[in-house]
C-alpha cells in the first residue's frame, strides 16, 4: 500500500521567511496529493492540493509543487506569519478514492 | 456551507465497554471515511465506505471495529469493546460529489475524542 514519508518533523523560521516541507510517497499509482493544516486540537484543514497532470500550483503565499518521477512533492510557504503555525501534513490518494494515506506531518512555529 | 458533523465530540468509557461514534456527511458525498489521531501523531486511515460498503481498511481495522450506514444521513463507526489504545481523536470524512467534480478532497467533521479508562 501506499507510503508517504515527510520531512522535516519540526520547523522553525523567522516571522517573513519562508518555509519548506518536503513528502515522499511509494505507489505510483497515486494521482492527488493534498496538503492539510491542522491547528491545536482542531481537525486538518484542506489548504492547497495537486493532481498529478500538474507539476506546480500557487495559492497566494502557497505553493505546492510535484515531481512524479521522483514521486516527490512539496509545499513553500513564503512571507510566513505566526498565524502560519501548526501542524502540516501531506497526503496522497489513489486513482480509486478509496483511502487517502498522510504523512507523519510537520510541527512549524513562526516565530515573531 | 455543507459540513460533516460528529457526535459525541467527547466520550469517556471504561475498557471493555461498545462505543458508537456517529457522523453525518455532507449529503451528496460518495465516499465516507473513519480516520484516528492519537494525541500528537499522524492521522490514520481507518475505513472506507462506498455505494454501502467497505471498499478499504487498514491493519488498525481488525474484528473489534465495524462501520454502518444505518439510513441515508448517518455512518457510524463502533468499537466492540474499547482497549487503552484506542484512546484517540476519531476523524470521519467524506469526499467526491455525486457529479464526481473535484473528487478526492476530504472533508473532515470536527472529531470525536474517545478516552478510554
Known amino acids: 500500500g501506499e507510503n508517504v514519508e515527510q520531512h522535516p518533523s519540526t520547523l522553525s523560521v523567522q516571522e517573513g521567511d519562508s518555509a519548506v516541507i518536503k513528502c515522499t510517497y511509494s505507489?505510483?499509482?497515486?494521482?492527488?496529493f493534498p496538503w492539510y493544516k491542522q491547528e491545536l486540537g482542531k481537525r486538518p484543514q484542506l489548504i492547497i492540493d495537486?493532481?498529478?497532470?500538474?507539476g506546480e500550483k500557487k495559492d497566494q503565499r502557497i505553493a505546492v509543487t510535484l515531481n512524479k518521477t521522483a514521486k516527490h512533492f512539496s509545499l513553500h510557504i513564503t512571507e510566513t506569519q505566526p498565524e502560519d503555525s501548526a501542524v502540516y501534513f501531506c497526503?496522497?490518494?489513489?486513482?480509486?478514492?478509496?483511502?487517502?494515506?498522510f504523512g507523519p506531518g510537520t510541527s512549524l512555529s513562526v516565530i515573531p | 456551507e455543507p459540513e460533516v458533523t460528529q457526535t459525541p465530540s467527547h466520550q469517556v468509557t471504561q475498557m471493555g465497554q461498545e462505543v458508537i461514534l456517529r457522523c453525518v456527511p455532507i449529503?451528496?458525498?460518495?465516499?465516507f471515511y473513519w480516520y484516528r489521531q492519537i494525541l500528537g501523531q499522524k492521522v490514520e486511515f481507518l475505513v472506507s465506505?462506498?455505494?454501502?460498503?467497505?471498499?478499504?481498511k487498514s491493519e488498525i481495522f481488525d474484528d473489534q471495529f465495524s462501520v454502518e450506514r444505518p439510513d441515508g444521513s448517518n455512518f457510524t463507526l463502533k468499537i466492540r469493546s474499547t482497549k487503552l489504545e484506542d484512546s484517540a481523536m476519531y476523524f470521519c470524512?467524506?469526499?467526491?460529489?455525486?457529479?464526481?467534480?473535484?473528487?478526492?478532497?476530504?472533508?473532515f467533521g470536527e472529531g470525536s475524542r474517545l478516552t478510554v479508562l
Open positions: 449529503s451528496n458525498h460518495l465516499y
Open positions: 470524512a467524506s469526499s467526491t460529489p455525486s457529479d464526481r467534480t473535484n473528487t478526492g478532497e476530504l472533508f
Open positions: 505507489d505510483s499509482a497515486s494521482n492527488y
Open positions: 465506505f462506498y455505494n454501502n460498503e467497505i471498499s478499504e
Open positions: 497526503a496522497a490518494m489513489e486513482t480509486s478514492y478509496d483511502k487517502v494515506i
Open positions: 495537486i493532481r498529478s497532470n500538474v
